[in-house]
């Protein structure tokens, strides 16, 4: 009988969704979202690299200052990195280890070597000239007229970095971040590492603190619009002083955070705009540790639950037909990611202490954010109008047509011959054809605000990839996985 009745639950769930995943494979779906780093790396590829099509690129980048800065990630589907955004993915990255390490098994490896690549590359950027921080290689306004693969650039390779003169606060105090909430990751499995992580996060933030200003006004068009830092740099400063008491407990760090005074309470969290992620990092200590000190964060983070809510009387936040999360029409599923980290991060601190809250007449519970969460992350993968994953590489059907440059070009293997700048147009970036290359775990822009999305490689703001889409998916997929 019991057999009868599981295949007749098979046969349904074939029948009532033949292209998509009956029930989403998380744990499949986490280890692809952290393969997907393999493609964006950029220096020398490891022996243990998994995505073949990719090969070594940019091993001069740094020359032009006379330093080694080979190694971080491609931001997206060009070929320049940008330090600013790279910093905040690497945050995330280690932020989603610490909490939900212990549900991703084996990934757990994978998501230490993703984090790594990006650390050595950040601490070259934060100790190999005194004075200065290195903070992107690669000329954007030049790289972006061109098409091609990142194994084949020919485009000025040009060093930005800020300074005790030109200084980034911003930039600088992400920096930290990323470096101390590595250390935590690190701190049993490599020690000497993890010091290291941390003295150099605690020296570049001083650095921040110290030279305050943005490195939008001293960089100009080498990161604006592309990495603007619209918010100014005090949300950083917060967040890096959140992090920096996180791996110390000093109090030192927790009086910076008190003195950086009352705060913006957005409703948004991204690679720019961190109060709402600093806000819940704090609120930890008041519902974990029962410190009354951090009230005021439990507070900001339950008002930034209650914005994003559908069903609470002050959400400021729209959503789609088929029940996407919609913020901003461009890349908005990196808006999706990062806000869904936030739902399960807090649900899991509020179902600790068993902590509820109201937004106005609604009662707020920890699975009131799960249920959120689940469905945001069950949408990318399928369970929407168009039956679309937005993840590639993951479910029957994904975008075929993504904006990358190296995933739409031929690799190395397949076509030995340099392509040029221009090489790549046509007939490749201009082509109907799917993209040679797999970008697997990939997640795109996503779709537009009526759940609609055209699989056109010309469309970036849709069918562009980005380190930072994916920095914020790996937690909430470790912690279904592990719920499974």
């Not at 955004?85 to 549900?103: D, Q, V």
């Amino acid at each position: 009988m019991r057999t009868s009745l599981v295949f007749l639950l098979l046969l349904t769930c074939l029948l009532v969704v033949e292209n998509v995943q009956c029930k989403p494979n998380y744990r499949e779906a986490l280890a692809k979202s952290l393969l997907f780093f393999q493609g964006q790396r950029s220096g020398r590829l490891p022996p243990d690299q998994q995505i073949k099509w990719r090969s070594n690129s940019g091993m001069s980048d740094g020359r032009l200052a006379n330093v080694d800065l080979t190694g971080g990630y491609y931001d997206a589907g060009d070929n320049v990195k940008f330090n600013f955004p790279m910093a905040f993915t690497t945050t995330m990255l280690s932020w989603s280890t610490i909490e939900y390490g212990k549900r991703m098994g084996p990934q757990m490896k994978e998501a230490r070597a993703a984090i790594r690549h990006a650390t050595d590359y950040l601490l070259k950027c934060a100790t190999s000239t005194p004075g200065r921080l290195y903070v992107g290689v690669g000329d954007p306004n030049v790289d972006h007229k061109c098409w091609e693969r990142p194994e084949d650039m020919d485009t000025v390779r040009t060093v930005y970095f800020v300074s005790s003169k030109n200084p980034g606060s911003d930039v600088a105090a992400e920096t930290a971040a990323a470096l101390a909430a590595a250390s935590i990751v690190f701190r049993k499995v490599d020690p000497t590492y993890s010091k290291l992580l941390l003295r150099t996060a605690q020296k570049v933030y001083q650095f921040a603190l110290q030279y305050q200003g943005s490195y939008s006004d001293s960089l100009g068009s080498a990161v604006c619009p592309f990495y603007c830092s619209y918010s100014g740099f005090k949300d950083e400063l917060l967040w890096g002083a959140a992090w920096l008491f996180r791996a110390t407990n000093a109090v030192k760090y927790y009086n910076l955070v008190k003195s950086l005074g009352a705060d913006d309470q957005p409703d948004i969290f991204s690679w720019d705009n961190k109060y709402a992620g600093a806000h819940v990092l704090l609120s930890r200590r008041a519902l974990l540790n029962g410190d009354k000190n951090f009230d005021q964060y439990r507070q900001e983070a339950d008002n930034f639950m209650c914005k994003i809510l559908p069903n609470s009387p002050s959400s400021t936040t729209q959503y789609t037909q088929g029940g996407l999360m919609f913020k901003l029409p461009a890349s908005n599923l990196q808006y999706v990611t990062s806000i869904t980290f936030l739902l399960t991060t807090y649900s899991k601190y509020m179902a600790a202490t068993k902590h509820t809250f109201n937004c106005g007449g609604v009662f707020v519970t920890p699975n009131t954010l799960r249920t959120v969460a689940k469905r945001q992350v069950d949408y990318i993968l399928g369970e929407n109008p168009l039956r679309m994953s937005y993840m590639v590489g993951y479910g029957p059907y994904f975008p075929k047509r993504i904006h990358h440059r190296g995933s739409s070009l031929p690799s190395l293997s397949v076509h030995p011959q340099t392509i040029g700048c221009d090489g790549g147009f046509n007939p490749f970036f201009h082509s109907m054809n799917q993209n040679p290359n797999i970008l697997v775990g990939a997640i795109v822009g996503g779709p537009n605000q009526n759940d609609g999305f055209p699989d056109d490689r010309g469309d970036y703001s849709h069918s562009e990839p980005a380190t930072y889409i994916n920095g914020g998916i790996v937690g909430p997929l470790a912690y279904f996985a592990g719920n499974n």
